[in-house]
Nanobody
């Protein structure tokens, strides 16, 4: 069982920065692939960035060059640094945890409650 709690959202002007944090409770955090998703109002949830158990990162095209995902296995935490924010980044950002064996998912999906990011002048 894994519980996830996001924090760090807020309101910021275009060009600003925020750092989102996802605190995980549960065993074997280092074995989980951690992913940030976001969902804008009236839109589908979309993948933003992933960091796997080995520390390899991947990003959506919209996140590349502006967002950075990282993890601290000692603190059971995954971070998402959001820089050069744009109004279209406005969304609820969710943290997800799952265990992958190769490409096969061998655990349930765990989700946090989300944190709101609003980018507006």
């Amino acid at each position: 069982q894994m519980q996830l709690v996001e924090s760090g959202g807020g309101s910021v002007q275009p060009g600003g920065s925020l750092r989102l944090s996802c605190a995980a409770s549960g065993r074997l955090f280092r074995s989980y692939t951690m992913t940030w998703y976001r969902q804008g109002s009236g839109e589908q949830r979309e993948l933003v960035a992933t960091i796997d158990s080995g520390g390899s990162e991947s990003y959506s095209d919209s996140a590349k060059g502006r967002f950075t995902i990282s993890r601290d296995n000692a603190k059971n935490t995954v971070l998402l640094q959001l820089d050069s924010l744009k109004p279209e980044d406005t969304a609820v950002y969710y943290c997800n945890a799952r265990i992958l064996f190769g490409t096969k998912q061998i655990s349930p999906d765990y989700w946090g409650q989300g944190t709101q990011v609003t980018v507006s002048s």
